[in-house]
């Protein structure tokens, strides 16, 4: 099992940034796929990036590719999201999701992100 949480989330300006972060505790973090998934109120979760466990795969939901990027240091059991060129459509809670070897998720409670025009 594995404790996922959130942090760096707050406050942007349009075309501002942030770096999203997921801190993970428990045993064999290194096997989890990982990802980042949003909800903006009023609509359904919906899946943004996603990472394999080794890093060598990644995937973006059409609407932040080429504006976020994924990552993960499996020796600090931390995964990113980088967030440039931010709109106000990209606000939203985000939610680290960690999925182990076997299939099953794992969830953070989720950081908000707010981007104003």
């Known amino acids: 099992q594995v404790q996922l949480v959130e942090s760096g989330g707050g406050s942007v300006q349009a075309g501002g940034s942030l770096r999203l972060t997921c801190s993970a505790s428990?045993?064999?973090?290194?096997?989890?796929?990982m990802g980042w998934f949003r909800q903006a109120p009023g609509t359904e979760r919906e899946f943004v990036s996603s990472i394999s466990w080794d890093g060598n795969r990644t995937y973006y939901e059409d609407s932040v590719n080429g504006r976020f990027t994924i990552s993960r240091d499996n020796a600090k059991n931390t995964v990113y999201l980088q967030m440039n060129s931010l709109k106000p459509e990209d606000t939203a809670v985000y939610y680290c999701?960690?999925?182990?070897?076997?299939?099953?998720?794992?969830w953070g409670k989720g950081t908000l992100v707010t981007v104003s025009s």
């Open positions: 428990g045993r064999t973090f290194s096997s989890y796929a």
């Open positions: 999701k960690g999925r182990d070897s076997v299939g099953m998720d794992y």
